[in-house]
């Protein structure tokens, strides 16, 4: 019985434990402190100061960034094979050295020796399609700013309704350039984009199957 419940344990566990989707890195929740004031120069600018011609745009580490997501993606593709092949053989000796005179003609027929045919048939088609659309928007941070002047931006939301979490993370790299004046920037214009829009509660766990059939789904060798 022990022996039982110590094999059964591993997939009791494989069968309940969940991969989370939830990107998070060490640098997000660190709080950028803000720059202390030095006036040892005479200067009445400091870091922290925004200069009188500088804009809202976000350029800075800790600076906020809107990504404005609007993914839309589908793909196609289909494709079929035809193929055949035939073929013939046939042969014969009418006179092979006289036998066609001898009782050996009642045992087959030499003008027909040998008469064999071969074909093959091949079909096969096959086709694929997928559509998706994700529209949100969503508050990002840079994180780093790279020496060519690129932004690493990393952002979370979590909405609650219900008991029901929608989590959305996005993380990607953006020039500061592409940065509209209104401090937004769309989703198709970062590099290395990684969304994740996700759900956690009653309705998400509803669509995920039972822990016995994640069980069977592991070991079921068919």
Known sequence: MLAAAALLAPLWLSGCSHQSTEVR???FDEQIPRPQMNYASGSLWQA???????DLKARRRGDIVTVVISENASASKQASTATSR??????????????????????????????ASFS?????????????TLTATISTKVMEVLPNGNLMIEGRRNVKVNNEDQII??????????VNAD??????????????????????DRQKPGWL??????????
């Not at 401090?183 to 309705?203: E, W």
């Open 25 to 27: 890195t060490p640098a």
């Open 48 to 54: 922290s100061s925004t200069g009188l011609a500088e």
């Open 169 to 178: 993370v996005l993380t990607g790299t953006v020039r500061s350039r592409d």
């Open 183 to 204: 401090n937004t920037v769309n989703s198709a214009l970062i590099a290395d984009a990684r969304i994740n829009y996700t759900g956690k509660g009653v309705i998400s």
């Open 86 to 115: 035939a073929s013939s053989l046939s042969a014969g000796m009418p006179n092979l050295l006289g036998l066609e005179k001898t009782p050996i003609k009642s045992w087959f027929d030499l003008a027909n020796l040998l008469n």
């Open 213 to 222: 059939m994640n069980i069977i789904d592991s070991v079921w060798p068919f």
């Open 120 to 132: 093959t048939k091949f079909d096969g088609s096959g086709s694929t399609s997928r559509a998706e």
